[in-house]
């Protein structure tokens, strides 16, 4: 009995153990291995027939050291899986010819990026083009006869830098002579056409233009899809220039039309800001586009109305206080449907083209890549939260509840212990309404007390948002047990105009009230932060604002800066000095008085007072934020012995992006702040 008992307890025993292993795991603080696991979803388009999505999945190599990009197809209805069309990891960019039977898309598989096309009934890609430089920007025309692309074009031989003197050192005449991660050698993009058969050599159509069409984004330094578009007939391209921008320092673009038929060009606008995005109704009546209307880095970008019979303009968000950026058309061209930040979320609103109506929000949360197709019946978006990397979305043009398409991480997620972020308010020591991300630590429990990490955010006039980011993720900080705090400080962008401007010639003031008022307020809200264990990251704007804590405050136990601009005489040596200039309302030399009162390199000396400690990264190809700012401040805290290392990544720019260099620096940072929030 006693034996039969016994085969019995170990029989339970093996079953329990047998349960215990199928189980699935408990979920976990998310690591760098499960970081880099997620898949990259974006560039979503629907097929003609609305059946079908072409998209890219780009995935993190960390051997090769490589971001790698491939080519899926899935059902728009969300049934079936999702076909993965290329292996290479070198493809993007798909369109869809306007019969839909093929898709065009840019490959690097054979060197620099060129134009391939893609049979969808069965077959091998064909290289369509052979350019001597990369191929950024591809168009179908809506006729399907021609692909417009962009690509870049040596200059006449008398500009510089050319001749001799070009092989062993460079020469410039003019600025810019840098943009953001590279040193500009006098080629300017131009806009070719072919045909998709392949028959004739590309065109180029903009042959005798000494600037880039269309323009360079100071953003990024690169080319804008969206800022170069067909007609509907498919006669003329639009496209936002800035014909003098680059020799003159005025960056402003405005838009022009290029008549296929015999190369005219005419501009259509006279905006003395920026007018950007041009994109045609379907019935060819108007050309929508985004605008600033008034000077300022940051001013909102309004949707314009130009009328191609008339000639007339027409603001359709006047009244709207918030930026607009994507644009795409009903396909009864009586709707314009756009994303615009709004209080860490990016809705999609819809504007009536007629009458006097104030747009309307059509779907909620944050939301990108925003197109639309089958006929403008069919909005399709990606969509994003600080616990959900991006996954694409369709809803009808009636805005109908989105329905989610695809789903590549959800398993990923599914093993992840990640706390969404919560929204807070508070009330800056000024009067200022002020709101705040808060991210809670896995595992919480409201009877234990968290370290704190105040992350922030550059620009200055960004936001932090409710959406996952690979460069600033508020997850990776929290894993550790730490709270995350992110504070949309004066400058923001996504509170109305005044808000954003309020950090004009004014980054150490304000925003710095915001950011130490933000700090208490928490304090006092959640008690299960430990006061004494707080620490502040933050890059560019965000490292500068770093820079700025550490030389006016003893309060965090640890700092991180990473791009911070030190000093802000010398760092009139970045790729946009235009940008100093309007930040400090004026230069260095003429007004000495601001550049000095707002760099905190003015205050050193309170660096060896306070002696926080500091972590300094930068990437040294990074010439928006000149990597010599880090060494400045690294420099000045050695001199005064305080506690600080310096990490330079040699082959990256503003951003870290490389899948091994992001790993690499996740880990310093993290063991920086490990070593003094103990």
């Not at 049934?79 to 993007?92: I, R, V």
């Not at 005219?264 to 007018?275: F, G, L, V």
């Not at 003429?590 to 926080?612: C, I, V």
Request: hydrophobic fraction near 40%; proline fraction near 6%; aromatic fraction near 10%.
């Amino acid at each position: 009995m006693a034996s039969g008992s016994k085969r019995l307890s170990i029989l339970v025993t093996l079953l329990r153990l047998v349960s215990a292993a199928n189980a699935p795991a408990a979920p976990h603080p998310i690591t760098f291995d499960d970081f880099a696991r997620i898949q990259r979803v974006s560039d979503p388009q629907l097929s003609p027939d609305g059946k079908w999505i072409a998209y890219v999945v780009t995935t993190a190599n960390l051997e090769a050291n490589q971001l790698q990009s491939n080519l899926w197809l899935v059902d728009a209805k969300g049934g079936g899986t999702p076909k993965q069309l290329t292996q290479t990891g070198q493809d993007k960019s798909p369109r869809w010819s306007p019969d839909g039977s093929r898709l065009a898309f840019l490959s690097s598989r054979s060197g620099k990026a060129q134009v391939f096309l893609f049979p969808i009934q069965g077959g091998e890609p064909r290289q369509l083009t052979n350019m001597p430089d990369a191929v950024e920007i591809l168009k179908w025309s809506p006729d399907g006869t021609t692909i417009a692309f962009t690509s870049a074009a040596d200059p006449p031989c008398t500009a510089m830098p050319c001749g001799p003197d070009s092989k062993v050192a460079r020469v410039y005449e003019h600025w810019p002579y840098w943009i953001w991660t590279r040193w500009l050698d006098g080629k300017r993009s131009h806009v070719f056409v072919i045909s998709p058969d392949g028959q004739s050599a590309p065109q180029d159509m903009t042959l005798e233009l000494d600037y880039d069409v269309p323009r360079v984004d100071m953003a990024d330094g690169t080319l804008k899809v969206a800022d170069i578009n067909f007609s509907p007939d498919s006669r003329e391209i639009c496209f936002a220039a800035s014909p003098q921008g680059e020799e003159t320092g005025d960056r402003y673009a405005h838009l022009s039309v290029l008549t296929l038929a015999d190369h005219r060009i005419k501009r259509i606008t006279a905006n003395r800001y920026n007018d950007v995005s041009p994109i045609y109704s379907p019935d060819g009546a108007f050309i929508a586009y985004r605008a600033q209307l008034t000077a300022g880095i940051a001013a909102r970008y309004h949707i314009m109305l130009y009328d191609r019979h008339t000639e007339a303009l027409r603001d359709l968000t006047e009244t709207f206080d918030r930026s607009a950026t994507e644009l795409q058309w009903a396909g009864d061209s009586s709707t314009i449907y756009f994303t615009a930040e709004n209080e860490t979320l990016q809705p999609i609103y819809a504007v009536a083209v007629r009458g006097a109506g104030a747009p309307r929000k059509v779907v909620d949360g944050f939301n990108g890549e925003l197109s639309i197709g089958n006929q403008g019946r069919t909005l399709l978006f990606t969509r994003t939260s600080t616990t959900k990397p991006a996954e694409i979305f369709v809803t009808s043009a009636k805005a109908a509840p989105p329905q989610q398409i695809t789903r590549h991480n959800d398993a990923v997620l599914s093993q992840l212990d990640m706390a969404s972020a919560e929204t807070t308010h508070f009330q800056s020591a000024d009067g200022a309404a002020v709101q705040a991300l808060l991210v809670r630590p896995p595992g919480f429990s409201a009877g234990h007390r968290y370290p704190m990490v105040v992350l922030l955010h550059g620009g200055p006039h960004t936001m932090w948002g409710n959406t996952w980011s690979y460069r600033w993720n508020p997850q990776m900080f929290a894993a550790p047990g730490y709270v995350v705090l992110m504070i949309n400080r004066r400058g923001s962008s996504g509170y109305g105009q005044k808000f954003t401007d309020e950090v004009d010639s004014d980054w150490g003031g304000k925003a710095y009230v915001d950011i130490m008022s933000g700090v208490d307020a928490t304090l006092r809200e959640f008690p299960f932060i430990d006061g004494s264990r707080v620490a502040a990251a933050g890059a560019s704007y965000g490292g500068y604002m770093a820079d700025w804590l550490a030389t006016h405050t003893g309060r965090f136990k640890a700092i991180v800066s990473h791009a911070g601009v030190f000093d802000m005489t010398s760092m009139y040596a970045t790729d946009i000095p235009w940008f100093s200039e309007y930040e400090m309302h004026g230069t260095p030399w003429n007004a000495e008085q601001t550049h000095r009162q707002w760099s905190p390199s003015a205050s050193a000396d309170a660096l060896g007072k306070f002696r926080t400690p500091i972590l300094v990264t930068t990437g040294e190809k990074d010439y928006r934020v000149p990597f010599t700012q880090s060494l400045e401040l690294f420099s000045t805290l050695q001199r005064q012995g305080v506690p600080s290392k310096l990490v330079v990544f040699p082959d990256e720019g503003h951003w870290i992006l490389k899948p091994k260099d992001s790993q690499v620096w996740y880990q310093v940072v993290l063991d920086w702040l490990a070593t003094y929030l103990k």
